[in-house]
């Protein structure tokens, strides 16, 4: 933190501390609000909760409670900031069980007061009634520190010390106004109806959370395009144009999808051309489950046709076919990094996804897929449920997928070899992650696929175990309603006891994976945490998938994309720079404030995150009561030599940059200055840090930063990320949520 400008709070823990600094911080202050609930004897069933009177904490309504996250094994812990002018607040602890069946469980005795930022009373148990005979009881600790703004601050910097946001010309990195400091000018007032400022999204807009991510997986090589029928995936998730649905569908596969309404091949053409495809050995080994104990990485891998050299290897993005290309030597760093100094295994991963039905296996495999492209890595998601419904259609009942049904079992081999072998030619054609969605749910069939991976590529298991009974109902419903599995019946109950007959016959052979390397997901998504397991995974892409998923939750909230208001530079058409806001770009910053206010009044808790250039932080100043986090990482693309100039000025006086830079914007790199690709690379943490929050998050940039932030939610292919319109005045509310990202945007002036 910058300088030293805090005053020291007075804590008035467990009602302590004689009160007379009562009024220091008032019109600035804060109440920074601290909880914590320990108890011994492990009850994992009971989740600590806080509610109360303010609806911070639900308004006495107890299934608002806040939920207290869990620190260690014995340890709970909640903090939350009250706005200086609180009222009394009264509070109880509860403990809501896991069983959303049975009632919550609130603590015994009086409520516990707040008032004036002290604590009434000094219970420093809580006491919780299970039955008659028999009382749980927790140790809690209170802490309500009023503090002044730079401390709030600061503790927030201490909770963010792994972000690294820097120092700028004395401003605080991280800072948080508290009260109102500009006069609410009515130019700048916004109507209370914030659709009205709702303008449409772009068509490749981010909508993963509207479409079933399994329909953008990979559509089975050597189907041509005349042998698409409308019995197809495609036309059941409603697309009928030249191009699949959803910003990832398919864009570089080999092959392209006509026209539906011209097409009239029948559904039988293509389950023909599937039967044929599997090589007579893969579908004599298809089922065999020959025990192949291996492990991973075997040295075999070098084998693969791709790993030649490594100028035949590096693809950027899944768009460039060809070598290194010559754009002012603009390389990825990362994206070849594990390519060129990591171990040689590396260059072929496959990412073997094992669960139970509706465990988030293709959510995730989809999520990873968009992270792991998005950083330069050509990666695919394969998904054997498509495959199996374009063979055999999608009308499959329960007993299809029974333990016993050897015709069934077949069947499900075959259509995973099939995808395994796509897989891999597509890997020995350069192809570097390759994600393959199924349940893969016995030891049998992940034997068949080491069997085919061997001397292809490296296995990681990725299994996803979730014990949450509410998080798997929800999850039932969400597949019988969006899976194309189910697009055709009508009556959804039906679908979900079909579903849940699918499930029991795999829950009757599901075996854990104990065997190679893999990553184990348990019940990341139920709100405290989870677990995640590694066994055997070494090497830089391993390492790097891991930390993205320990980071990666479902809790859903909205980050806000903004650019800077208007600069005096951009008045001037000037790139670069470190100008500052011109009246209109002052007048969206009063108007960005009121927005944030309003649409961000409901949420409990929000950061406001900027670069360090003064339009960005300028273009913050007016929002009040939430941290301000300054990050050099949001710092627009550095433009270096040419930073300052105008694009015409760059034309005339440097015509060879003007000229690189229009061919192969992405990796163009300004003289000293920086490329997309290296925006790209040092925004990774931002993505990561985005992907962590809990709450929301407003960012506050510029224009190719956001452009590459933008790419990562609505899964726009690398090419594309220096040509995507991000206009100046428009916020972009990205809204992360169970079922993926959704966008919405407000234009906020004329
Ligand atoms: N790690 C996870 N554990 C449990 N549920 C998850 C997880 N990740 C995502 N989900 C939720 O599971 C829902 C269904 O996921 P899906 O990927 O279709 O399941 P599966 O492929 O395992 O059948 C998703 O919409 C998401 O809300
Ligand atoms: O990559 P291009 O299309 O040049 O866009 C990036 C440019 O956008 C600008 C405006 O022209 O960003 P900013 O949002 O910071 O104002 C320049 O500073 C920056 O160099």
Redesign the pocket.
């Known amino acids: 933190m910058g300088a030293g400008t805090s005053k020291n709070s007075d804590s008035t823990s467990h009602g302590d501390g004689d009160g007379e600094e009562r009024d220091e911080y008032e019109g600035g202050g804060q109440l920074y609000v601290s909880l914590k609930m320990e108890n011994y004897t492990l009850n994992a069933d009971l989740l600590p909760h806080v509610f109360g009177s303010a609806s911070l904490v639900g308004s006495w309504d107890s299934s608002r409670a806040l939920p207290l996250e869990r620190e260690s094994t014995s340890m709970w812990q909640l903090s939350f900031v009250v706005p200086p002018n609180h009222e009394t607040l009264d509070f109880k602890f509860l403990l809501r069980p896991k069983d959303s069946n049975n009632p919550c469980i609130i603590e015994e005795g009086p409520n516990r007061i707040l008032s004036g930022g002290r604590l009434q009373g000094d219970a420093r148990a809580a006491l919780f009634r299970l039955n008659a005979d028999a009382v749980l009881e927790y140790r809690v600790c209170i802490n309500a520190d009023r503090i002044s703004p730079f401390d709030l601050a600061s503790s927030w910097r201490a909770y963010q010390e792994n972000i690294h946001p820097s120092t700028v010309r004395g401003i605080l990195d991280v800072s948080m106004n508290s009260e109102t400091c500009f006069e609410s000018s009515s130019s700048a007032n916004l109507e209370l109806d914030l659709e009205r400022y709702v303008v449409p999204s772009p068509a490749t807009s981010a909508t993963s959370g509207l479409v079933y ?1 399994a329909n953008l997986a990979e559509t089975p090589r050597y189907i041509s395009a005349r042998k698409y029928s409308s019995e197809s995936d495609f036309s059941k998730s409603g697309d009928t144009g030249s191009q699949p649905i959803g910003p990832t569908a398919d864009k570089e596969m080999e092959v392209k999808i006509q026209d539906l309404a011209k097409v009239s091949t029948t559904s039988a053409a293509v389950e023909d051309k599937l039967a044929t495809t599997a090589s007579p050995t893969q579908k004599q080994e298809s089922h065999k489950g020959v025990f192949v104990d291996r492990g991973v990485g075997s040295p075999r891998l070098v084998k693969s046709t791709s790993a030649g050299t490594f100028a035949d290897d590096v693809k950027l993005g899944s768009g460039n076919k060809t070598a290194m290309p010559a754009a002012a030597g603009a390389v990825a760093a990362a994206a070849v990094a594990d390519q060129m100094l990591g171990p040689k295994e590396d260059r072929h991963l496959a990412i073997v996804l094992v ?1 139970l ?8 495999a989809a999520k990873l897929t968009r992270y792991l492209r998005w950083l330069g890595h050509d990666t695919k998601h394969f998904n054997v449920g498509k495959y199996r419904r374009l063979k055999l259609g999608t009308n499959q009942s329960a007993e299809f997928f029974r333990g016993d049904n050897t015709e069934g079992i077949e069947a499900r081999n075959e259509v995973a070899a099939l995808a395994m072998e796509d897989m891999i030619s597509w890997m020995q054609e350069g192809g570097q992650v390759g994600i393959f ?1 199924a349940t893969n749910s016995t030891r049998e069939r992940r034997n068949m696929l080491m069997k085919l991976a061997e001397g292809n590529c490296k296995i990681i298991f990725l299994e ?1 175990l ?1 014990y949450d009974e509410r ?1 798997i109902e929800r ?1 039932i419903r ?2 019988v309603q969006q899976s194309p599995d189910y697009a055709e019946q009508p009556d959804f109950e039906a679908g979900y006891r079909d579903f849940k007959r699918r499930l029991d016959n795999y829950e009757k052979v599901y075996e854990p994976v104990e065997e190679g390397s893999y990553i184990k ?1 348990i019940d ?2 139920s709100g405290n945490g989870g677990q995640i397991q590694v066994n055997n995974i070494s090497g830089y892409l391993p390492g790097r998938i891991v930390f993205f998923l320990v980071n990666t939750h ?1 809790t859903p909230r909205p980050i806000l994309l903004t650019r800077h208001g208007e600069s005096q530079d951009n008045v001037r058409a000037r790139i670069g720079g470190d100008s500052s806001l011109s009246d209109t770009g002052e007048l969206y910053a009063k108007k960005l404030a009121n927005f944030v206010e309003k649409r961000l009044k409901p949420e409990r808790a929000a950061s406001i995150w900027t670069s360090t250039l003064h339009r960005s932080i300028s273009t913050a100043n007016h929002i009040v009561g939430f941290p301000k986090v300054q990050w050099r990482a949001l710092d627009e693309i550095n433009a270096g030599a040419c930073d300052g100039m105008t694009y015409l000025e760059i034309k005339m006086d440097m015509p060879e940059e003007y000229e690189s830079r229009e061919k192969d914007k992405l990796r163009y790199r300004y003289p000293r200055g920086e490329s997309y690709l290296d925006v790209i690379q040092r925004l990774e943490p931002v993505i990561i840090e985005l992907e962590r929050q809990r709450a929301p998050v407003v960012v506050i940039s510029h224009q190719a930063v956001l452009r590459a932030l933008y790419a990562y939610f609505a899964d726009r292919p690398l090419k594309e990320i220096p040509h995507i319109e991000v206009p100046l005045h428009t916020i972009i509310e990205i809204q992360m949520g ?2 993926g990202v959704q966008e919405k945007r407000y234009k906020l002036m004329d």
Not at 357 to 364: C, I, M, N, S
């Open positions: 991510p669960g039905p509706a465990r988030g296996k293709t959510f995730t969605d996803t979730c998080i999850n969400l597949k997901m990341t998504v479902l169970v079922t």
